[in-house]
């Protein structure tokens, strides 16, 4: 059996949490065998865990280093807040025209019933120890420090999400100058198309994966994990509460 001239394809569809790093390190870890030339990440992502997306990346990198390989990351139909760490890390960065690249933002919910609680008088004992062990109980009144504590995370998230962006995208730019003009204009536009993403430097070429992967490496088998499913609304929920 020849297991040379293969293309690793890793699909990111799902939001990023620790369940999918874990499923990318295992997927890696059986597959060094196949000695590949490239590494193909298709990231359509609304995104996740910051900390997740920078462990995926570290892997990622650690898997293209040991082999020796390129890393080519395409943006599909839409790259959120921390899919963006992902789809930056490549060696080189492919989207379609119309992808929407972007959302450097966060958001949270606090949930409460402690009013629902208290018109079916509900008795709730709550027991602990500690300062903040009862931050964000949905059992207890809301209080304006849970609020505070949750928007300080969401900047944080924000803050280091924009660093890691700078770190991975730095190399694209001529100099200092450049890098500071593009990055200002991506992260206060929002959300951004192909086009206008490889205008200001941060996708390389237009195209999809596998437009480029048949014109470039038409006579390469391919290993694909997680291949695309149909949009499964209830799992990305349970995904994302349990995150």
Not at 24 to 46: G, H, M, S
Not at 61 to 80: H, T
Not at 100 to 122: M, R, V
Not at 158 to 181: A, M, P, V
Request: aromatic share 8%; hydrophobic share 35%.
């Amino acid at each position: 059996m020849n297991l040379l001239n293969r293309i690793i394809r890793i699909n990111i569809q799902r939001p990023i949490t620790s369940k999918l790093t874990q499923l990318i390190r295992n997927q890696l870890e059986n597959i060094t065998f196949y000695q590949p030339k490239v590494l193909a990440v298709q990231i359509d992502c609304q995104g996740g865990s910051v900390v997740q997306a920078k462990q995926i990346q570290y892997l990622l990198q650690k898997f293209a280093q040991k082999q020796k390989l390129p890393i080519l990351c395409f943006a599909g139909a839409q790259v959120y807040n921390s899919a963006n760490i992902i789809l930056s890390c490549g060696d080189k960065i492919i989207s379609a025209n119309n992808s929407e690249i972007g959302d450097y933002t966060f958001s949270g919910q606090i949930w409460n019933i402690s009013e629902l609680i208290k018109d079916q008088n509900l008795d709730v004992v709550n027991l602990s120890h500690g300062k903040y062990k009862d931050r964000l109980n949905p059992l207890q009144p809301f209080k304006e420090t849970d609020k505070e504590w949750l928007n300080n995370m969401n900047k944080n998230n924000e803050i280091e999400l924009k660093k890691q962006i700078t770190l991975n995208l730095s190399k694209k730019f001529i100099n200092l100058h450049e890098q500071t003009d593009c990055l200002n204009e991506i992260f206060q536009s929002s959300i951004l198309n192909g086009y206008q993403a490889k205008k200001l430097k941060i996708v390389d070429e237009i195209g999809t994966i596998d437009e480029y992967l048949q014109s470039n490496y038409k006579n390469m088998k391919t290993i694909e994990f997680f291949k695309p499913q149909a949009y499964n609304i209830q799992q990305e929920i349970i995904e994302k509460l349990i995150s």
